[in-house]
């Protein structure tokens, strides 16, 4: 009887295992991977902000000292060249006041060494005339060889001081040249405490002072040069090769649907990088990487510098 009940089971256990071992060599629906290269898609959303086309500038002093003068406020528009601080610039000034002295000082005395030559060559010219005029009559017995003689060490005197002066214009035109280095090297100290903009822009933050010091290469300033506002942001590794130059893009606030601008893809990176824009979400996976795309804005959009936005990237239909 036992025998009969377990002849009849083992079938059923043999069919069961059977049946499990298809099922596992057989994949299943979620097992599947997806190929991105296969997802239709029509649009790429990425999150941005909104930047200058040369992006913000951070200003960096050129020298070092204590704020004197502010020129510009934050939210003030600036021009190229133009004053932004002053530093305290008294010893500069000083120096530069004194080296224009010696400068013109010394301009003045290579004028007198000029004019000390042009008299020791006319001298030196008519005693020359004066000497063949006597060498001639000493010739004939008219003037005595004394007379050639002396006439002789006059102009060799003159010819040496002719020298000696040529030597002194010389020395003074060369004395002339260095101290106008040293006062063009001055002025440039000096012209290194007027902090000025390197462009035409937006004046966004001021970070220092009236009275407070600053170092050498210390930011003093954010500026935003001026032309077209972009939107830099960053698409997901996934569909990044699906890029290109020109698409159109939709600007909104994130959480929002409405498009408050519109623009065209300017520019993108040649390489996937890290997260470098708004990275500080816990659960992010730190070794995802994007590319950086940087979105023209079309018209006046009114949209704030540093405003987070989402940009919608419309692709090509293939």
């Known amino acids: 009887m036992n ?21 596992e060599e057989k994949p299943g629906a979620q097992s599947q991977s997806v190929n991105s290269a296969r997802v239709d898609v029509s649009q790429v959303v990425g999150v941005g902000k909104v ?59 290579e004028e007198i060494d000029k004019i000390s030559l042009l ?38 005197t003159l010819t040496l001081a002719v020298e000696r002066n040529s030597a ?15 006062l063009r090297y001055a002025e440039a100290e000096a012209s290194k405490k007027i902090l000025r903009s390197p462009y035409d822009g937006l004046l966004l933050e001021m970070l220092i002072e009236k009275g407070s010091a600053i170092t050498l290469f210390e930011e003093y300033a954010e500026v935003a040069p001026a032309g077209p506002m972009t939107v830099r942001t960053e698409v997901d590794e996934l569909f990044a090769g699906r890029l290109s130059k020109g698409l159109d893009a939709d600007i909104r606030f994130i ?29 992010e996976q730190e070794d995802r990487l994007v590319r950086e795309v940087r979105i ?11 405003s987070k936005v989402e940009s919608v990237i419309k692709l090509k239909s293939n």
């Open 51 to 109: 930047e200058p086309e040369l992006e913000i500038i951070s200003l960096a002093a050129s020298s070092g000292g204590v704020v004197k003068e502010i020129y510009r406020n934050d939210g003030d528009s600036i021009r190229k060249d133009e004053p932004l601080v002053r530093l305290d610039d008294e010893l500069e000034l000083i120096k530069v006041s004194q080296l224009k002295s010696q400068y013109n000082a010394q301009k003045h005395q």
């Open 168 to 182: 002194l214009v010389s020395l003074a035109a060369s004395r002339l040249r260095e101290l106008a280095e040293q």
């Open 255 to 283: 959480g929002s649907d409405s498009v408050v601008a519109t623009g065209k893809v300017i520019f993108l990176s040649p390489y996937l990088k890290k997260k470098s824009l708004f990275s500080q979400k816990a659960n």
């Open 3 to 23: 025998k009969k009940i377990y002849l009849a089971v083992i079938p059923l256990i043999i069919t069961a295992c059977s049946g499990n071992k298809d099922n």
């Open 119 to 156: 008299e020791s060559e006319a001298r030196l010219a008519n005693k020359k005339k004066l000497l063949e005029s006597v060498r001639t009559l000493e010739s004939i017995g008219a003037e005595t060889t004394q007379t050639l003689d002396d006439l002789e060490t006059e102009v060799t």
């Open 296 to 306: 023209k804005l079309e018209g006046d959009n009114g949209l704030i510098l540093n």
